[in-house]
């Protein structure tokens, strides 16, 4: 897929006659950090201790769902069991603890440059995520200096996580420009499903395991091998 069949794939989709992006809403796992390793590894513990089977790859599946409701699908699904919120909430805090006791995961390589390049060329960026890890998001504004400054949507401000578009429309909201002028930073499948539903334009980046035709699938406009191969393709994104 080349930048200039995306673009007219997408305006045609969105019903729009020119293609300026404005704003950038940026994933935080898998985007900003290398931190799904840790996260499934934590998941399993979690979820092995109290009985239920899986597999760390499932994990990757629900990368962006906010981490209560993982665990309100994995009780229900795994044991038949339904999980209060309250419950949830206790057990979040628990794999919060695996995650923390794993160390500190990495920064993903070349998306700092990314988001230097969007920012010195005037594109807003909005940080949107599922998370509710306390841990990683305290990071951000010491790894990512004046990137994002006030504008995030993370896990304790939405009630219905990704795949549902709301992450993304509340991104769309802080960005203060339209949906087709957001240009989305995904690398999970249900967060490429969010970022289509929301109406914006989805760019993906392959650093995990999920494969190119399953980040299409989910709605991804485009696909990258890397941050820094979404580098190079930058300036073709941006010109008007």
Sequence with gaps: MTEHNAIAGFMKYAGIKEFSIKAALVDCDGVLYDSMKNHSRAWVKLMTKNGIKCSR????????????????????????????????????????????????????????????????????????????????????????????????????????????????????????????ECMVIENAPLGCQAAHAAGCFTVAVTTGPISEKELYRAGADIVYPSPAALLAALPNLLQK
Excluded at 59 to 76: A, C, D, H, P, R
Excluded at 98 to 119: N, Q
């Design 57 to 180: 790859d499932e994990f990757y599946m629900l990368e962006g769902m906010v981490g209560t409701e993982v665990i309100k699908n994995k009780f229900k699904t795994g044991l038949g069991r339904i999980v209060t919120d309250d419950e949830a909430a206790a057990l979040y805090g628990v794999k919060a603890r695996y995650f923390r006791e794993l160390g500190e995961v990495p920064m993903i390589e070349g998306t700092a440059d990314v988001l230097r390049y969007l920012k010195n060329n005037g594109i807003a960026c909005v940080l949107v995520t599922g998370t509710q890890q306390q841990s990683t998001l305290e990071r951000i504004e010491r790894d990512y200096p004046g990137i994002f400054e006030e504008r995030r949507v993370t896990g304790h401000d939405v009630r219905h996580g990704k795949p549902n578009p709301e992450p993304y429309l509340k991104g769309i909201a802080h960005s203060g420009v339209k949906a087709s």
